[in-house]
Nanobody, 117 residues
Framework: QVQLVESGGGLVQPGGSLRLSCAAS????????MGWYRQAPGKQRELVAA???????NYADSVKGRFTISRDNAEKMVYLQMNSLKPEDTAVYYC???????????WGQGTQVTVSS
């Protein structure tokens, strides 16, 4: 059973930084995409950043140049470094792992990020 646990969310002032972490447990096929989604109140869940085990990283236009995704395959971790945060970045952030070969997707429970003065 695969489980994803996020950490690192919190309250930060505009212009500040946060680093989200996601730890994966269980057996995950090595060819996968690890990423982050977010969902603000009243809005649909949207992709923030995704990093495949092979291939190019993808970012939402709204976070390009401010957010950086990284992963540690040996530790089964994925990170999201968020800089220059804006109030519109306020949302619940979800860790996501996609294993396309088996058509499986896994979600974390989410971590709240609030950007406010």
């Amino acid at each position: 059973q695969v489980q994803l646990v996020e950490s690192g969310g919190g309250l930060v002032q505009p212009g500040g930084s946060l680093r989200l972490s996601c730890a994966a447990s269980g057996s995950i096929f090595s060819v996968n995409t690890m990423g982050w989604y977010r969902q603000a109140p009243g809005k649909q869940r949207e992709l923030v950043a995704a990093m495949p085990s092979v291939g190019s990283t993808n970012y939402a236009d709204s976070v390009k140049g401010r957010f950086t995704i990284s992963r540690d395959n040996a530790e089964k971790m994925v990170y999201l470094q968020m800089n220059s945060l804006k109030p519109e970045d306020t949302a619940v952030y979800y860790c996501h792992v996609l294993v396309p070969l088996f058509g499986r997707a896994y979600w974390g429970q989410g971590t709240q990020v609030t950007v406010s003065s």
